[in-house]
Nanobody, 123 residues
Framework: QVELVESGGRLVQAGGSLRLSCAAS????????MGWFRQAPGKEREFVAA???????YYADSVKDRFTCSRDNAKNTVYLQMNNLKPEDTAVYYC?????????????????WGQGTQVTVSS
């Protein structure tokens, strides 16, 4: 069983930066791939970034070169550093855990999910 709690979302101006955190419970966190997803009002949940247990990272084209995903296995925490934020980045951001370490962009393949944190980017 893994519980995930996101934090760090808030209102920020376009061009600004935020760092989201996702704290995980459970002794097997270091073995899991972790993903970040987001969902804007009226839209489907979409892949943002993922990181494997060994640190390999993957990004959606829309955030590549602006967002950086990292993890600290000693702290059971995964991070999403978001730079040069745009109004279209406004969404609820979720972290998710994949016990098979796939770092896939497929929402349906992540078993554990956090409750989400709201990011709002004003123009």
């Amino acid at each position: 069983q893994v519980e995930l709690v996101e934090s760090g979302g808030r209102l920020v101006q376009a061009g600004g930066s935020l760092r989201l955190s996702c704290a995980a419970s459970g002794r097997t966190f270091s073995n899991y791939a972790m993903g970040w997803f987001r969902q804007a009002p009226g839209k489907e949940r979409e892949f943002v970034a993922a990181i494997r247990s060994g640190g390999s990272t993957y990004y959606a084209d829309s955030v590549k070169d602006r967002f950086t995903c990292s993890r600290d296995n000693a702290k059971n925490t995964v991070y999403l550093q978001m730079n040069n934020l745009k109004p279209e980045d406004t969404a609820v951001y979720y972290c998710a855990a994949d016990r098979f370490n796939r770092a896939t962009p497929e929402v349906r393949l992540y078993f554990y999910w956090g409750q989400g944190t709201q990011v709002t980017v004003s123009s």
